[in-house]
């Protein structure tokens, strides 16, 4: 080092030389490596960004075969989606041929340019695809709407009744999953059809037959098109190639990193720019690993690769999450572990057949998850071969179609079980009491019904709210169901109220012992969200045939019963006995002051408008009893019908609703309003003595208001009751030309074939599938589901209880025209709707 | 520039008495260039904006939603507006034909309807075309363009009037050298593209102008928003209506149709007594060759369509009412009673949007240039 810091510029350095050409030297290595940066950069950035592209290609991929499934099955209701999801493929395949062409790695070229072919196929049986689906759904509206008509003439012959049933079947079965078991009989329901029209007498009637026998036929024709395109679509095909795009993607990148570090060790550059390499491929490696399970994990498909053998090798994560089966419990495994046991040893056979034979196979089938549940899925397996064509591995993928299913099951379900506890409604319970007496009266034995009710349940919903009031119903179902066996059959009868009926009564003993055991198993506190409950109940006991001949007999005489335990101070149970209790008493009392009140006037009745959902315009109205009674105050028809029921009294007092009804609506009708229709609730116990037609008919005639103005509603229990003497009645009063609804629809026993049948004109839907709407999908899907059922059908249908303008704008979306609730108008005196329709503007 | 500096540097190095301290520095240059270049490496790799933007407009639109039959139109779609701007003087520019008569406002007048009243509009050599002019309105919302949906894109569908000889008749040299002439024109070209005027700028600026084009706010959009009274309730039976007979399998999604190729004549021949043998009666035949395809066309969209009559491909139908019972009969194989038809007329009344009115696009073009 000098000590002299002047610079001498003239001065030749006295350095030695090779520290001058390492000055050089670095320079060099230095702008070599900011070249080698520079060129590797453009190739990085490239990439990263066929990276990006192929991921979401695969997300797209799943997403659109998803999207094809849901059109398919009518969760999909436009096209938007699918044509979003398939332009979207489309151009990020081209940014990713794009980015290829800057790199020219021929077979990288290539497998773009197949993939990009395939794309261009599958968007033309896109196009074919939502051409066959639309015609399928507008032909199956006028098919339906078609056979309807033929359905509802009175003069069609059996075979062609028949004929019009199964086609309706055939093609609503088409709405939901393929099966095309119905198909080869169409051409010859068809034919019966166009016979029928060339030698039916009816204009009218041989127009409707035409269209059903052509619409019938063109479906027929695009159903199995149909299927095969939705087949074609959801194939693995392009996942497959879209595999091998990436595959070699990565194999181009791997030999050009590969490369890249030659040259860069090769020009010996420093330690550091060793270690900043080292570095960055030990990132770019992450990547590769990060890629190769990014490539696999499409979000909504599952897929499993095995090998030759069909052991698994490799599952992706909506493999575990449908199956339930985790890498550690599937790989090395066979799909065997996956078999429900649902299908024969033939169904496998088939699919192996087809996989050795075409080297792909797809259909549906039913599998079992890990934890023994079964579901139904739609899956697509192919073989993949290597060049020597022998078989190297298999790829599944398939889509879990439990949900749409489950969607069909949830109303099948409803019509039997209680929605909050899953117990057995009251429908299954007399289904099966009914059954029990039939077998006691053949083997001369006993049988039990024990009313339970638990006791200030009011008081707890009314407190904590009706959301710990539910759980404490599931709760306190739970606990009486743990001390039953398990052929004892307990049902929720509704509120607060659950219906015991043990398996065996021979001994009164068994009885009395199992009803203490419930009283001590309610006695432990019930801990709801942290809070300790107590809470008792009350049971009252009925038993056939002492008390009672039959399921009504029981039930109300248990009910009596369970009256006296809540009278003797509750967390108690009573058999029933003769003379009984203030229940009685009470009864008695309405009863008395019941049979005055029709006479002193003090029963009037309130009218409740039905208006068009879309105007408002009020079309008619439902009549409601209402009774001031001096002695009593305002009773409720809860408590003063059932007890007109029991004493029959309800014959003349619904004989006097029927005319007075009738009476008002020609008030009505002659002031102009001409299309008005009154609606008047017919009891069962009405409905079973066989002069209600006379009645309607003495009030049609008395009031002169025409037929088709008046509409009976029946429940639908009313249906289910000895069906072939209602079925004769029903016809009796259709053919009075009055129309016929079914109240509260959905709630009780919904059978198609007695809809069909009783060929109702109007479908109530419950005022409670209407109430939850907006939070509960569950009932969107229902009345969705009662809307597709009743256009089907040819019924119309109005929704009950509508109280905001939300429910409205979905019931009108849903389809649904009329409606009635406290959003349009509460029940009114017949003065007071007087001035509502003049208000209204109606005739 | 590095080089330079560098070299600059170590002729320094070399004026210096000390070679140990030279080498030193030249180490630390060393390291700082590596440094810088890692900084560079790193910064290309933060996401860039233009790749950001183009992801995003691949994605499927947010608005895409397809368990609900009909959805209203956004208020507007995302555009480049100075690029929109120059697409809406060009959509006036009669320079864009061959005679220096026809712009593509000539057809699709978006005063009115975004097309025309005449069954099919004759162009530059007074040949008729043979099919309808289509609305401009909405077409950004289209699936495929065209009656027979050749174009996939907006861009694609934007040149191909102007060389077609029954159109506007023009040849795209003589089309560019005119805009490279105009100085306005050709500085707004050279401010958005790297290469100036040419026919992908063209197609672009004009594609990007269609995006603006759209009619939102519709009655039924509005009602579908929950503005129960936004439609009259002759229109709102219309609407069930439409939902019950099956019009909504087709005339669905976000552009009540638009969306889908379908025969013309599901249920019956529709052809066979229009006295017209015209090869564009085949449809999407003539593109794709498919037997399958003869006869084929895209679905139209409904909205705005009480104003553009004549209807059909061929606009061989002159009023709506006419329109609707065609379609009953032929796509649907019902045949409609007077009031059905009157109804759903009343609902497609309702599907008729804002129309903007068309600001004089030189005013634009030339207060965003400023």
């Known amino acids: 080092m000098s000590p002299d810091t002047t610079p001498h510029p003239s001065r030749r350095p006295g350095t030695p030389a090779w520290k001058g050409v390492l000055v050089m030297l670095s320079t060099l290595l230095l702008s070599f490596s900011i070249y080698l940066f520079w060129h590797h950069n453009q190739a ?112 069609i012959s059996p075979p062609l009744r028949e004929a019009s049933h199964q086609l309706q079947q055939a093609f609503l079965y088409q709405h939901g999953i393929a099966n095309l078991q119905f198909l080869d009989e169409i051409p010859f329901l068809v034919e019966l059809l166009r016979e029928a029209a060339l030698h039916g007498k009816d204009a009218a009637l041989r127009d409707h037959l035409t269209a059903a026998a052509r619409h019938a036929d063109l479906l027929a024709g695009i159903a199995p098109h149909l299927n095969a395109l939705t087949e074609k679509l959801t194939e693995p ?7 091998a795009l990436a595959q070699r993607v990565e194999n181009a990148e791997s030999q050009r990193q590969t490369r890249l570090a030659a040259q860069q060790l090769t020009l010996g550059l420093g330690l550091l720019s060793l270690l900043i390499v080292l570095g960055w491929l030990g990132r770019a490696y992450m990547q590769d690993k990060r890629m190769a399970s990014m490539v696999f994990e499409t979000p ?43 299908h024969p040893a033939e169904f496998y056979k088939a699919m192996w057949d087809s996989l050795i034979q075409t080297g792909g196979w797809q259909g549906e089938l039913i599998n079992r998850r890990k934890n023994g549940e079964l579901y139904p899925q739609w899956l697509s397996i ?47 319970m007399r289904d099966r009491v009914e059954q029990a007496i039939a077998e006691a009266k053949r083997d001369h034995n006993k049988v039990a019904l024990m009313f339970i009710d638990l006791d200030n349940f009011k008081g707890i919903n009314d407190t904590l709210g009706h959301a710990v009031g539910d759980i404490l119903l599931c709760e306190a179902a739970d606990r009486i169901k743990s001390c039953l066996r398990a052929s004892d059959t307990l049902a929720r009868y509704g509120g607060d109220e659950f219906v015991l009926m043990p398996r065996s009564a021979n001994s009164i003993d068994a009885v009395q012992g199992t009803a203490e055991k419930l009283l001590t198993c309610m006695h432990a506190p019930f801990n709801i969200q942290g809070q300790m409950l107590n809470i008792t109940c009350s049971i009252g006991i009925a038993l056939f045939p002492d008390d009672a001949q039959d399921y009504e007999g029981l039930m109300q005489q248990a009910d009596t019963a369970l009256y006296r335990s809540k009278e003797e101070g509750r967390d108690t149970y009573h058999f029933y006995e003769e003379v009984m209790n203030s229940a009685a008493r009470e009864r008695l009392l309405l009863h008395n002051n019941l049979s005055q009140a029709l006479s002193e006037g003090e029963i009037s009745l309130h009218y409740q408008p039905r208006v068009d959902l879309a105007s408002g315009r009020i079309l008619g109205a439902e009549a409601l009893m209402r009774w001031n009674s001096k002695e009593l105050g305002s009773v409720s028809p809860v408590r003063f019908i059932p007890v007109a029921e029991a004493s029959g009294f309800i014959v003349p007092l619904g004989a006097w609703a029927l005319r007075e009804a009738c009476r008002q609506g020609r008030i009505w009708h002659d002031a102009g309003h001409t299309g008005f229709s009154m609606a008047v609730n017919i009891s069962a116990v009405q409905f079973a003595r066989a002069d209600v037609v006379r009645e309607v008919q003495a009030a049609l005639q008395v009031s002169g208001l025409p037929p088709n103005c008046l509409e009976l509603e029946l429940t639908e229990s009313v249906l289910v009751k000895d069906v072939e003497k209602t079925l004769a009645l029903v016809h009796a009063l259709k053919a009075l030309g009055v129309r016929i ?91 007071a709707f007087t001035q509502l329709l003049l208000a209204n503007g109606t005739g | 520039m590095r080089f330079q500096e560098l070299r600059a540097c170590c002729n320094n190095f070399r004026g210096k008495r000390c ?27 933060a996401p860039d904006k233009a790749a950001g933007k183009t992801a995003e407009s691949l994605a499927p639109a947010k608005t895409a939603e397809s368990s609900l039959g009909i959805l209203p139109l956004p208020q507007s779609l995302p555009v480049n507006t100075r690029l929109a701007a120059l697409g809406q003087r060009l959509f006036h520019e009669a320079r864009l034909s061959g005679n220096g008569q026809f712009s593509c406002a000539t057809c699709h007048d978006l005063k009115t309807s975004g097309a025309n009243n005449e069954r099919t509009k004759p162009g530059i050599n007074h040949a008729a075309t043979s099919r309808n002019t289509p609305t401009v309105f909405n077409a950004a919302f289209n699936f495929r363009q065209f009656w027979d949906g050749r174009a996939r894109t907006l861009e694609e569908q934007a040149g191909v009037p102007i060389t077609d000889p029954r159109e506007m008749g023009a040849k795209w040299d003589n089309v560019l050298d005119t805009l490279r002439e105009d100085t306005e024109y050709s ?184």
């Not at chain 1, 192919?382 to 949830?410: C, K, M, P, W």
């Not at chain 2, 240059?29 to 490496?41: F, K, Q, Y």
């Not at chain 2, 895209?298 to 009412?321: C, E, M, Q, W």
């Open chain 1, 237 to 243: 095909e392009s996942i497959i190639r879209l595999r």
């Open chain 1, 382 to 428: 192919l073989a993949v071969r290597n060049e020597a064509g022998a078989t190297t591995h298999y790829a599944g993928v398939f889509s879990d179609l439990s949900e749409i299913r489950a969607a069909q099951e949830r109303i099948e379900h409803m019509a039997y079980h209680d929605a909050l506890t899953g117990l057995p409604n009251r429908t299954l």
């Open chain 1, 741 to 831: 609804a079914i109240d509260d629809f959905g709630t009780g026993y919904s059978s198609l074939s007695y809809l069909k049948r009783f060929k109702v004109d109007i479908l109530k839907i419950d005022q409670s599938f209407v109430h939850d709407l907006a939070t509960d999908p569950d009932d969107a899907a229902i009345i969705q589901a009662i809307q597709q059922l009743a256009a089907n059908l040819g019924m119309s249908t109005i929704a009950e209880g509508v109280e905001t303008p939300e429910q409205q704008a979905f019931l009108l979306q849903a389809g649904c025209r009329d409606a009635q609730g406290y959003l349009f108008s509460k029940p009114v005196t017949a003065e």
């Open chain 2, 187 to 370: 500085r707004e070209f050279a401010a958005l593209f790297a290469n100036g005027v040419s026919k992908t700028a063209v197609t672009q600026a004009l594609a990007e102008f269609e995006r603006t084009l759209i009619t939102p706010n519709a009655p039924f959009d509005r009602f579908l928003r929950g503005e129960m009274q936004a439609i009259p309730v002759e229109a709102k039976k219309g609407w069930v209506l439409f939902q019950q007979r099956g019009c909504i399998a087709c005339h669905q999604g976000i552009n009540i149709g638009g969306n889908l190729f379908q025969v013309m004549g599901v249920m019956g021949n529709f052809f066979i007594d229009r006295k017209r043998d015209d090869v564009t009666d085949l449809g999407r035949y003539n593109v794709t060759g498919l037997e399958a395809d003869k006869y084929v066309f895209k679905v139209p969209s409904l909205r705005n369509v009480i104003l553009t009559a004549p209807y059909f491909h061929d606009g061989s139908v002159d009023t709506l009412v006419d329109a609707v019972r065609l379609m009953g009969r032929f796509q649907l194989g019902v045949e409609l009673s007077d009031e059905e038809v009157r109804q759903l007329v009343a609902f497609l009344s309702s599907l008729t949007g804002d129309i903007k009115a068309d600001k004089p696009a030189h005013a634009i073009a030339m207060t965003r240039a400023q």
């Open chain 2, 19 to 45: 070679g140990k301290t030279g080498l030193c520095i030249a180490l630390m240059l060393w390291l700082a260039a590596i440094l810088l270049a890692w900084w560079w490496w790193n910064d290309s790799h």
């Open chain 1, 300 to 342: 909504s498909v599952g897929i499993m690769i095995t090998d030759s053998h069909a052991r698994i090798l490799r599952i992706n994560a909506a493999f575990t999450r449908v199956s339930g089966y985790s890498e550690a419990d599937a790989l090395g495994k066979t799909p065997a572990i996956l078999h429900s046991g649902k």
């Open chain 1, 44 to 155: 990085e950035t490239r990439v990263q960004a066929v990276r990006e592209q192929l991921r979401e290609l695969f997300t797209l991929e799943a997403a659109l075969v998803g999207e094809t499934l849901r059109i398919r099955y009518g969760h999909s209701n436009n096209y938007d989606l699918i044509n979003a999801y398939s332009s979207s493929e489309e151009s990020r395949l081209r940014i990713v041929q794009k980015h290829l062409l800057a790199a020219p790695e021929q077979a990288v070229g290539a497998a773009a340019a197949e993939l990009m072919q395939g794309l261009r196929a599958k968007e033309s049986h896109i196009d074919l695809f939502k051409r066959a689906r639309t015609i399928m759904r507008s032909s199956q509206h006028a098919l339906s709407a078609a056979l309807a008509e033929v359905l509802q003439s009175p003069d």
